[in-house]
């Protein structure tokens, strides 16, 4: 495609000249970087200390996926356990929502990857101070339009009252703008479906009433409207919950802290703050689709189908590349199943707008400009994670030139009654996705090519509701994950992480000064700890772990933490993740009558147990070799 005139430029990509009708070029407004420092300096000026943005990938004991928001790394804290850099605490967190995959590409707002930006109250302040303030910094730190805030709050149930409290201080934030923000003009109660945040239902969870903050982004007047009931007006662009309950059976039990843990979109205020409708016409996203646009010559704005493609292919390059930068592989298991997915899902993407080949490859430059800003040693990365893309495309290729025999084979055993019957050919799609990873809509190509009339609509919606029973059975699987994840501080979790601490001393002393955790999870039943090692354990060390471990249990040794700045802490040689990042101060637990005499030190945010004689006596029932030299061991309490 040709286009013609001088493009304007819009951040580091230009408008096509077809499509400059559709965007206000006057109000760009601030960029994405700004924004997070505005915040961060705001919040920091209200006594909070910034915590890390940590890895995509959880750390330690968790069986979490991904990080799917900043209070991830906090829940101990929310829960009471004094965290080493205060009660105020505000940072930036890079997170993943696989879930929202189907909406990304329908929508102007929805993507896998996001930043949100958070700031925390540890049984500090409360609702007067994080409502007045987060209205502030939008208002007069974002420059947003008051006219176009819009909140809802709990409106009260069996459980919990109605948050009367919210309502009155909001409306008194927006009288200082003023703006009457009565109940059901500009504050809306809303039900426990809308207003109430806990992270999954299983008892121990923290939650409590929130209030969500929506900004007008439609083209008619606001006045009357609700954002409930006018969903694609408003976008939501931050909450703040008000976490002060724990899950019991058969209710909800006041904690001994009342917490704030605000979320906000980092893309989703760059949307309103430049004065944008779309996401992904924001600094985020903007150079990485212009760059799609110039290699496909095709338009963003030419057809739905076109920026869905466009949408998708530009979300899934910065999660892909995210991804990457935290060391995952695609592989065919947890974090590496879903880069695969996601890189190949890019690939049959680029071939539906005319890129048959490196897509993945040919997005990376301005991913890493849009992204470095945030993450300067992406740059660093960038050969590195082109030679992954690369690698995985070839992977991908073979799978389709397999692929291809078989379907050329299928269909020739096709007569004209099955080319009308889209649910066999869904079904034959469907077995050949699954056993070739070779996807339905080259099969159709494929069809089609033979001269066949096919149904598509009905192939596609067949093949999509097979595609959906399947995802509901994963999805459950991932459910499964995530609430078996961080939220389990069960006594026993607790136990075993103390236990994770001594084996890894115990394994020290036995083998060596290399060993260091490459992983380790929790259950309640058992611990699994990953190590370096060239050989596993003989019986003779395992023996030895084992007396070991139980020596300690039998000498009732103290834990305790100590909060200390993070080069102390190391050079009195705590131990440490080697990939983490960590905050200035860190908290280290200790197991011994002091730091100095201890059997064990390590960086960790906790919880333990007090003393070892509250642990059992171990063994080591099962070990693995996981890589070349990587061991792991199962441990559980006898
Ligand atoms: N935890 C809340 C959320 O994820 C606010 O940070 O929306």
Partial sequence: MVRQGSAKPLFAGSIPAQASKNYLLVNTGMKSEEILKKYLNYYISKGHKQIPNVSLVPEGDSTLLFVNSGMFPLVPYLSGEPHPLGKRLVNVQRSLRFEDIEDVGNTNRHTIAFHMLGNWSLGDYFKKEQ????????????????????????????????????????KEVMKKY?????????????????????????????????????????????????????????????????????????????????????????????????????????????????????????????????????RILADHMRASVMLAMDGVLPGNKDQGY??????????????????????????????????????????????????????????????LSLGIKESEKIISKLNDKD????????????????????????????????????????????????????????????????????????????????????LQRGLINILGNHICQLGSNITNERLRYDFPNPAKLTDQQIKELENYFNDIVIRKIPVNFIIMPKRKAQEIGAMYLKNESYPDEVKVYYIGDSIEKAVSKEFCGGPHVQNTSELGGIEIYKQEKIGDGKMRIYARFK
């Fill in 131 to 170: 409502l007045l303030w987060i209205y502030e910094f939008l208002i007069e730190g974002l420059k947003l339009d008051p006219n176009k805030l819009f909140a809802t709050v709990f409106a009260g149930d069996e459980y919990a009252p109605k948050d009367e409290e919210s309502a009155e201080i909001i």
């Fill in 178 to 310: 003023g703006i009457d923000a009565s109940e059901g003009v500009r504050i809306f109660p809303c039900g426990r479906k809308d207003n109430w945040w806990q992270r999954g239902e299983s008892i121990g969870e923290l939650g409590g009433p929130d209030s969500e903050i929506f900004y007008y982004v439609g083209e008619g007047s606001y006045e009357g409207k609700s954002p409930s009931e006018n969903q694609d007006e408003f976008l939501e662009i931050g909450n703040s919950v008000f976490m002060q309950y724990r899950k019991i059976d058969g209710g909800w039990e006041p904690l001994s802290q009342r917490n704030v843990d605000f979320g906000g979109g980092l893309e989703r205020l760059a949307l309103v703050t430049q004065g944008r409708k779309d996401i992904f016409e924001t600094d985020n996203f903007w150079p990485l689709i212009d760059r799609i646009q110039k290699i496909s010559g095709r338009d963003y704005h030419e057809s739905s189908e076109v920026k869905r493609s466009m």
């Fill in 338 to 399: 879903i880069l695969r997915r996601i890189i190949r899902r890019m690939i049959k993407i680029g071939r539906n707008i005319g890129v048959e080949k490196n897509i993945p490859s040919m997005l990376i430059d301005e991913t890493v400009s849009i992204l470095s800003w945030l993450y300067p040693s992406l740059k660093d990365k960038e050969t590195g994670i082109i030679n992954i893309f690369s690698t995985e495309e070839e992977k991908f290729f073979k799978v």
């Fill in 419 to 502: 080319f009308n019957d889209p649910d066999k050919l869904a079904d034959l799609s469907f077995n050949l996705f699954q056993s070739l990873g070779y996807p339905p809509d080259i099969f159709l190509e494929d069809m089609k090519n033979k001269g066949k009339y096919i149904d598509s609509r009905g192939f596609n919606k067949a093949v999509d509701s097979k595609f959906k029973k399947h995802q509901e059975l994963s999805r459950s699987g991932s459910e499964m994950k995530f609430k078996g994840g961080l939220m389990d501080q069960s006594e026993r979790t607790v136990k075993y992480h103390t236990a994770t601490h001594i």
